[in-house]
Each structure stands twice: as structure tokens, then as C-alpha cells.
């Protein structure tokens, strides 16, 4: 379904037969757009774009040069079984990434939130989640089955190994190896990363007040940097900030299923 009146489409576009093309949509040179693509009010694809697959695009969406969103994920166990990809509202791609589809031995859907900004060259692989207003610089790598929180921001030529979490709010360092999952608003550098102590400037971001920052600023340096055993401290710490909601979504994040556990190594420290 195509609104040619309202849209605008670069005559060398090639335009599957299928394809649902909202009002206001920018197509430009050289692009491609499968039958099962639908974009949504004001998608801008500015050239020598590939969208293929059930791939949906939010409104405003706009997507740079020789992206690839929705193709076949490097997966050798995927035999073109019928997945997606989902971008949400007002996101953007930057030139030469590329976004693969779900899998069906994952959660079948490649999802990215809206407001994010995905620089050049990065790379979402299959069953990613990301969530709203992330941001990630260039280069990097994200493994499949990868989930990032909101607002979380992820450095250049950082790499997330496959199944692993960052948190909301969560700060990954340039050049980092994530291995393990990084709590919601933590700060993490290094080769293989360790905490570096909280995101503090993005939470003042947020606008919360000093008392909540010092909150959980304290229970995190209980969490990380405490005596006796971390699931002794977990514990306590539910007692101790029970009526700090960022407290808890630490904690609910701590206590969700893990396939790798989560990253308690502290730079410089035993831990």
C-alpha cells in the first residue's frame, strides 16, 4: 500500500510490491524496500538504504546510507523462518549499520525503542531489545539476544557478548568488553569492563533530587564494596532501601535470570 501523493520516492527506489508506505515518507536514491516493510508517517531513507523482512519503522525514523535493517541474521541454525524487526518513533541509523531480524530459538523480534541513536557501523544483532533513548556510539558490537535499558549509553568499539544486559541509565566506556550484565545506571570500563561507580551526571540529568542520588550512590557502594558475601548484601540492601525505587529496579535487575551473572568486579578492587 503506497501513498505516492504524499510520499516522496526517488525514481531509481526499488519498492516490492506489498510494502505499506505511510504518508509524508522520504525514499531516496538507490534504496530497497521488501514486501513486507512497513514505514511509518515521515520515515526518511535517505540513500542506498535495505529494508527487508517484517520490518517495522516508527514515525520519524530516519535511516543514513547503505543501512541494513531486517535482514537474515548470522545465525547458522536460522533456515528463513518468518521473524521481525521493530524500530520505534523518531530513532535514528546512522551510515553502515546494520540491524538483523529475530530468530525463532530467541524471542523472534529484533526491537529498538524510540528516540535512540545508533552511529556508524554499529551492528544490533538477532533478538536484540534496546530500549528508548539509547544512545550507541560507533563501531560497536552487540551480540545477539542483547538487552539495553533505557537511556543507556554504550561508548566506541565496545562489544557485548551474546545474552548479555546493560541497565537502565547504564554508562559502557569506549572499547570495553561487556561479558557480564552491567546494573541499571552503573559506569563500566576496561577490557573486560569493571564498575567504575554510578552514572551520576546522568541521573542529575534526570532531574532527581540530591537525596536520591546520595541514596543510591550508597547502596551502591554497599552492593559493590560492602563486607561478607554479595547475596548477603543483596539481601540487606532490600531491607535497608526498600522505599528507594531506584534502589529497587537495581535489585530487580540483580534478580532476574542471568545468563552470564552480573558484573560485580570493581576497578581496583578485590570484588
Not at 531480524?101 to 538477532?126: E, F, P, W
Amino acid at each position: 500500500m503506497l501513498d505516492t501523493v504524499m510520499s516522496m520516492i526517488h525514481p531509481t527506489a526499488v519498492i516490492e510490491n506489498g510494502a505499506t508506505i505511510a504518508p509524508g515518507v522520504k525514499i531516496g536514491p538507490f534504496c530497497t524496500v521488501g514486501k513486507d516493510v512497513v514505514l511509518g508517517e515521515g520515515v526518511e531513507l535517505v540513500s542506498h538504504v535495505a529494508i527487508a523482512g517484517r520490518t517495522r519503522l516508527g514515525a520519524g525514523v530516519k535511516l543514513f546510507p547503505f543501512c541494513t535493517v531486517g535482514l537474515e541474521p548470522q545465525d547458522l541454525k536460522y533456515k528463513g523462518e518468518e521473524t521481525e524487526t521493530e524500530i520505534g518513533p523518531r530513532t535514528q541509523i546512522r551510515e553502515h549499520a546494520s540491524i538483523h531480524r529475530g530468530t525463532v530459538t530467541g524471542s523472534g523480534i529484533t526491537k529498538i525503542g524510540a528516540d535512540c541513536l545508533l552511529m556508524a557501523t554499529v551492528h544490533v544483532a538477532h533478538d536484540c531489545v534496546l530500549g528508548d533513548g539509547v544512545i550507541i556510539s560507533n563501531n560497536v558490537a552487540l551480540g545477539g539476544h542483547v538487552e539495553v535499558g533505557d537511556r543507556a549509553v554504550i561508548g566506541g568499539n565496545a562489544a557485548l557478548l551474546q545474552f548479555t544486559r546493560v541497565g537502565a541509565g547504564a554508562m559502557v566506556g569506549g572499547l570495553t568488553g561487556v561479558t557480564r550484565d552491567v546494573i541499571p545506571y552503573a559506569r563500566v570500563f576496561g577490557t573486560r569492563a569493571e564498575l567504575l561507580g554510578l552514572n551520576l551526571i546522568g541521573l542529575k540529568r534526570r532531574g532527581l533530587e540530591k537525596a536520591e542520588i546520595f541514596e543510591v550512590n550508597a547502596a551502591y557502594k554497599f552492593l559493590f564494596s560492602g563486607p561478607g558475601v554479595f547475596a548477603d548484601r543483596v539481601a540487606q540492601a532490600a531491607v535497608t532501601y526498600k522505599d528507594s525505587a531506584l534502589v529497587n529496579e537495581m535489585l530487580a535487575f540483580i534478580a532476574t535470570p542471568s545468563k552470564h551473572g552480573i558484573l560485580t568486579n570493581v576497578a581496583g578492587g578485590e570484588e
